[in-house]
């Protein structure tokens, strides 16, 4: 997914949701959520021989991952 992991600053895309936590946004909906999966398939920050996600440490793994979402 380079066209998401590649951008720069200047070039993301800045998306906003409702009060349901849904993208407002339409049309970068399916690009988010391809992201968000590509982030969770990332051994880095989502290791595979954990198989709950409450399971997963807080520090640093699930930090990381909002960050990165943040950012």
Same mark, same amino acid.
């Given at each position: &997914? $380079?066209? *998401?992991? /590649?951008?720069? !600053? !200047?070039?993301?895309?800045? %998306? #906003?949701?409702?009060?349901? /936590?849904?993208?407002?946004?339409? !049309?970068?909906? #399916?690009?988010?959520?391809?992201? @968000? /999966?590509?982030?969770?398939?990332? /051994?880095?920050?989502? $290791?595979?021989? *954990?198989?709950?996600?409450?399971? *997963? $440490?807080? =520090? $640093?793994?699930? !930090?990381? &991952? @909002?960050? %990165? *979402? =943040? %950012?």
């Amino acid at each position: &997914m $380079p066209k *998401v992991w /590649g951008q720069t !600053e !200047e070039t993301r895309k800045r %998306i #906003s949701f409702n009060k349901f /936590g849904q993208l407002n946004d339409k !049309e970068h909906t #399916s690009t988010f959520a391809h992201f @968000l /999966g590509t982030l969770a398939r990332n /051994g880095k920050y989502a $290791p595979f021989n *954990v198989l709950r996600w409450d399971k *997963v $440490p807080e =520090k $640093p793994n699930k !930090e990381q &991952m @909002l960050q %990165i *979402v =943040k %950012i």
